[in-house]
């Protein structure tokens, strides 16, 4: 079975200033997906970013970036110039592609952009 | 136009009631999900399906059971409502035979069983 693990709940920053959200997870999968949602408090989850496994070179969306280290099965997302409408719940969500599987998530970190 | 939509979005019933939430997707999707996200905001699958399987999480109870009337419907029946029920459900999709595998929620169903 695969995990999902985000070590902060909750993280603080200044308006403008970069915050990197951890994740790690665990699988003996050598093909899957990471993917990024944003649930901001209006509950819809949004899509922020994707990365591919087979892919080396890391997924970037605007001011949305990620670090993916395949070996050490680290997936981390990185937010450059903040804005108070990045204030979220941020979940990791990791994905095998195989017939109709759904997504496993973490257990999310709220993020709080102080103005 | 809402991709994914759900009715409704709010949900209040009594314990022993049987409950349905429709889920409805425009984007031409091939599977169709329903996650639970309990009140720690933890979101758990329920089910998968596709025109060709039905994945069920072990952990579900029988009293959950989807139904789909076509592709672009997946729909969620819940009998005999108990208090641990209460929680947000989102319905979401994809597009796996296209290899995209992102998936799109809907707005999400708050339920709360009294």
């Known amino acids: 079975a695969q995990t999902v693990t985000q070590s902060q709940p909750e993280m603080s920053v200044q308006e403008a200033e970069t915050v990197t959200l951890s994740c790690t997870y665990d699988?003996?999968?050598?093909?899957?997906?990471l993917f990024w949602y944003k649930q901001p408090p209006s509950r819809q989850m949004i899509l922020v970013i994707r990365?591919?496994?087979?892919?080396?070179q890391n997924a970037t969306e605007n001011r949305f970036s990620v670090n993916f280290q395949k070996a050490a099965k680290s997936f981390s997302l990185k937010i450059s110039d903040s804005q108070l409408g990045d204030t979220a719940m941020y979940f990791c969500?990791?994905?095998?592609?195989?017939?109709?599987?759904?997504?496993?998530f973490g257990k999310g970190t709220h993020l709080i952009i102080q103005p | 136009d809402t991709a994914v939509s759900q009715t409704p979005k709010y949900l209040v019933t009594q314990m022993g009631n049987d409950k349905s939430i429709k889920c409805e997707q425009n984007l031409g999707h091939d599977t169709m999900y329903w996650y639970k996200q309990d009140s720690k905001k933890f979101l758990k699958i329920m089910f998968s399906?596709?025109?060709?399987?039905?994945?069920i999480n072990e952990t579900v109870p029988n009293r959950f059971s989807p139904k789909s009337p076509d592709k672009a419907h997946l729909n969620l029946h819940i009998n005999s409502l108990e208090l641990g029920d209460s929680a947000v459900y989102f319905c979401?999709?994809?597009?796996?035979?296209?290899?995209?595998?992102?998936?799109?929620f809907g707005p999400g169903t708050r339920l709360t069983v009294t």
């Open positions: 969500a990791f994905m095998i592609p195989r017939g109709a599987d759904g997504l496993t």
């Open positions: 990365q591919e496994a087979y892919k080396q």
């Open positions: 699988t003996s999968e050598n093909n899957y997906y």
């Open positions: 399906y596709n025109n060709k399987e039905l994945i």
């Open positions: 979401a999709s994809s597009h796996i035979a296209g290899s995209a595998y992102e998936q799109y």
